[in-house]
């Protein structure tokens, strides 16, 4: 399998207990991260992703909640994903794409 992520990567010899969250709250499931970069991580999830709302969730990296990224599923592997980290302009930024669009058509 080629390598398709860039930038400089973090790999965690036994991986980091984590959590994935709905952005409502609704779900919330137990994951190992297996590597990370300043844009995305892979993830090992415990238990299926499907049916739960992948397009924006938060990664709860600590037992407390207090750090957490904003995601949305980049790729899907067996019980293994990628997630690529938003920032918080990027939803503004998408938005602004999508209303530009609208009104091309």
């Given at each position: 399998m080629?390598?398709?992520?860039?930038?400089?990567?973090?790999?965690?010899?036994r991986g980091f207990?984590?959590?994935?969250?709905?952005?409502?709250?609704?779900w919330?499931?137990?994951?190992i991260?297996?590597?990370?970069?300043?844009?995305?991580a892979?993830l090992?999830?415990?238990?299926?992703?499907e049916g739960?709302?992948l397009?924006e969730?938060?990664?709860?990296?600590?037992?407390t909640?207090?750090?957490?990224?904003?995601?949305?599923?980049?790729?899907?592997?067996?019980?293994?994903?990628?997630?690529?980290?938003?920032?918080p302009?990027d939803?503004?930024?998408k938005?602004?794409?999508?209303?530009t669009?609208?009104?091309?058509?």
């Amino acid at each position: 399998m080629t390598e398709r992520r860039a930038g400089d990567r973090v790999v965690f010899e036994r991986g980091f207990p984590a959590h994935m969250m709905g952005i409502d709250g609704t779900w919330r499931r137990s994951c190992i991260m297996e590597d990370i970069s300043e844009t995305d991580a892979k993830l090992t999830v415990d238990g299926s992703v499907e049916g739960l709302n992948l397009k924006e969730f938060f990664l709860l990296l600590s037992s407390t909640g207090l750090a957490y990224r904003r995601c949305e599923l980049g790729w899907v592997n067996g019980d293994q994903i990628g997630v690529n980290f938003l920032k918080p302009n990027d939803k503004k930024k998408k938005a602004k794409r999508s209303e530009t669009q609208e009104a091309k058509t």
